[in-house]
């Protein structure tokens, strides 16, 4: 069934990968989806999948964990924007973004990929870069060694949790003013 929009969250499956920096847009997406009421969420598109309304009357999402691992998520995104009938700028990913300070949260419809590795699956999957973005900023390690910014990533937030809390809520408003059309992405 068709839906006005796919919302997707990045991140990487598996526990060890739970509360990493990499992994906010699972949080914010979860948060998202329980503010919404949302049933629980069923394998389907390489992903965990669930949909409905943001409230009564509200508008028709389906909120989308791909589970293929960030570097392929465009695997997951791909046949459920085709299955949902979504076009692309009705596409809202909300990813981590090392170019931001922690706590920033900006929006932007298509634009440039920063080197995220999750980004251009899905430009390459969804034929072009044309989707609504959530960037939640997580900050960079004063490096700029793949190794030392994957170890960055990957490893547990450094601020502490209640901060963390903070931003997922804070980018889940933020996503959640753009579905309901109150803020342009």
């Known amino acids: 069934m068709p839906v006005d929009w796919l919302v997707v969250g990045l991140g990487n499956p598996g526990a060890e990968y739970a509360f990493t920096p990499h992994n906010v847009g699972f949080e914010v997406a979860n948060v998202l989806a329980a503010r919404w009421g949302l049933p629980r969420a069923k394998r389907k598109y390489a992903g965990l999948i669930t949909d409905g309304r943001t409230g009564p009357g509200g508008p028709r999402v389906a ?35 090392i170019d931001l300070p922690f706590g920033e949260i900006r929006t932007r419809l298509g634009g440039g990929l920063a080197g995220h590795n999750g980004l251009k699956s899905l430009k390459r999957e969804l034929g072009g870069a044309g989707f609504a973005r959530v960037r939640v900023g997580v900050s960079r390690p004063d490096s700029t060694d793949p190794d030392v910014v994957a170890a960055y990533v990957l490893g547990r937030w450094r601020q502490p949790r209640e901060e963390v809390a903070a931003l997922v809520e804070r980018a889940a408003d933020v996503a959640e003013r753009i579905v309901l059309g109150e803020q342009e992405p």
């Open 63 to 97: 909120v989308l964990l791909p589970q293929t691992y960030m570097n392929e998520s465009g695997r997951s995104v791909g046949p459920a924007r085709g299955a949902l009938q979504v076009p692309l700028e009705r596409v809202l990913v909300i990813h981590d973004e």
